[in-house]
């Protein structure tokens, strides 16, 4: 009700302004009690994964909460777990303004933000602040003047920095918006990054007496070759869930549609289906020896539904709040309920 008188005053507004009035709103609806309310009676929907309960399977995917200032605002809608971030190491600008464009009439968004970041030191403060006791996943970038042969370095030292403020840790090698990173994801280099992560996250978990989970995010973009590769390198790299999947960079389904020449990663409507596709092909390929985290385009519970049919554990949303507002989280989880 409320974000439908919203919507038409922030979609005139370019972006990102709106995106931050957007969010303050729902910080100021927070602190005085009310935000809560916009998520209406949540279901019980456990789910157990990567050694963690889960309260439902909804959560909010990365990108939407990158400097880890909403956290608890975010939690009163009713998701079941919330990736915060892209955060990197030090600090970065991202790409020059503007860097985020809307295309309401595919439901789609296209951005190029390029991991702009507090840096991952302001970002742990910023998430200690935070008092929901729920599960929390960090996703982990590297910054944009990091040569790709040490961008393991960016990688551990991040995940040394949030280790004990968070669940789990997203490997993020496919974001379009950093030169060459989604060049990560092939076997080769894929390989060496996600053994040293492994072997370094074992270290940590001997010396904290907690094991953090470590999930790698890959791209909707990646051939069935390149997705079994990743696939079998994941498995044998001790992750512990594969996120899919990260936006695209094709134009499908937007062509010829306002902003849809802007260069960056597309979300939203038009990477449901394929996402889908990647879901359903990867649990075939893992055959359960890997939970998967579903994500790209869902709007509706049906949506969420087809990604955990097609063999998601757990899914995610982003572009969906956008479009059809913080309602959506409490709508889907009681459509999904209701058909169990
Ligand atoms: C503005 C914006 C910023 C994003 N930033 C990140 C990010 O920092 N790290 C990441 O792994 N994914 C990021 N994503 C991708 C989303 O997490 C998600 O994979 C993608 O948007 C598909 O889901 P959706 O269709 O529900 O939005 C971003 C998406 C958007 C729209």
Known sequence: ????????????????????????????????????????DIPSMPVRIMGL??????????????????????????FGFLEIGGVTP??????????????????AIINRFGFNSVGV????TNRRRARWPGIIGVNLGKNADTPNERAVEDYLASMERIYNVAHFATINVSSPNTKNLRALQSADELDPLLARMH???????QQHGKRLALAIKISVDLNPTELQAVARVAQQRGMDAIIAANTTTTRDGVQGLPHSEESGGMSGAPVREKSTAMIASLSRILDGALPIIGV?????????????????????????????????????????????
């Open 121 to 124: 030191d302001a970002f742990v």
């Open 53 to 78: 309960d889960f309260p439902n399977p909804l959560g909010l995917a990365a990108g939407l909460d990158k400097h880890a200032q909403y956290i608890d605002a975010l939690a009163d809608l009713g």
């Open 1 to 40: 009700m409320i974000y439908s008188l919203l919507k038409p005053l922030l979609f005139k507004l370019d972006a990102e302004r709106a995106h931050g009035l957007a969010m303050d709103s729902l910080q100021a609806m927070h602190c005085s009690g009310l935000s809560r309310q916009l998520a209406g």
């Open 90 to 107: 030090r600090p970065q600008p991202g790409n020059p303004k503007p860097r985020l464009f809307r295309i309401p009439e595919a439901e």
């Open 296 to 340: 790209g385009g869902i709007m509706s519970a049906a949506h969420a539904r087809e990604k955990l049919q097609a063999g998601a554990s757990l899914v995610q949303l982003y572009s969906g709040m956008v479009f059809h507002g913080p309602q959506l989280i409490g709508n889907i989880l009681r459509g999904l309920a209701r058909q169990r």
């Open 199 to 205: 072997q370094r996250r074992e270290e940590l978990a």
